[in-house]
């Protein structure tokens, strides 16, 4: 079946502009997440939406950050005001949800370069 | 605090010099264990998900296993084709919603 899709695969963007990442997870899936990988770091939690719930929005790192998912399934992550720092691949992932089988298959990414 | 650390950061090897990869972890609770596969332009690809101290997975040349402060990931003989990054992650079971917390790699290189 199909799994995780990203889009666009690639955007440059230049600084204080805003910028909109799509995400469609592998369907079925009621558990979303968004990661980050910047240069020389580890995967870093970002938001986190499950079924109908009130997201987890513990890991964005600043209020420039939202993220909304529609209908239980497709996810936009919004960066408004970009800044260079915010130059990173920028990763989905969904699961099943919570229990046993909680793996999370990861989408391709979205290579965001902030001029 | 949560926390993963991996090492060694980048590992070059001769086809068939076997390694093994390590994953120390700290976490308030174990959910789980996970080892991802990183290739240049692709996202991380599920391989093994560990539970418990004790628990070993195989597949293909690729062996991981767990203890109450660290696992292994160990390659076996490899191939060129196994050269990637391998990342570990830990899923808390304390004041977590599921998310993920990594390593930051290790990049194994195998040479023909």
């Known amino acids: 079946g199909a799994g995780v899709s990203q889009s666009p695969s690639n955007k440059v963007t230049e600084k204080g502009k805003d910028v909109e990442l799509r995400c469609d997870p592998i369907?079925?899936?009621?558990?979303l997440y968004w990661y980050r990988q910047s240069l020389g770091q580890g995967l870093e939690f970002l938001i986190y939406f499950q079924g109908n719930s009130a997201p987890d929005k513990s890991g964005l790192p600043s209020d420039r950050f939202s993220a909304e998912r529609t209908g239980g399934s497709v996810s936009t992550l919004t960066i408004q005001r970009t800044q260079q720092e915010d130059s990173a691949v920028y990763l989905c992932?969904?699961?099943w949800g919570q229990g046993e089988s909680e793996t999370q298959y990861f989408g391709p990414g979205t290579r965001l370069l902030v001029l | 605090e949560d926390q993963v650390t991996q090492s060694p950061e980048a590992l070059r090897l001769q086809e068939g010099e076997s390694s093994s990869l390590n994953c120390s972890y700290t976490v308030s609770g174990l959910r789980g264990l996970f080892w991802y596969r990183l290739d240049p332009g692709k996202g991380p690809e599920f391989l093994f998900t560990l539970y418990s101290a004790g628990e070993e997975k195989e597949k293909e040349r690729l062996k991981a296993t767990l203890t109450k402060k660290e696992s292994f990931l160990h390659i076996t003989a490899p191939k060129p084709e196994d050269s990637a990054t391998y990342l570990c992650a830990v899923q808390a079971d304390v004041g977590s919603q599921g998310n993920l917390i990594f390593g930051k790699g290790t990049k194994h290189s195998v040479k023909p």
């Open positions: 992932a969904s699961s």
């Open positions: 369907s079925g899936h009621t558990a």
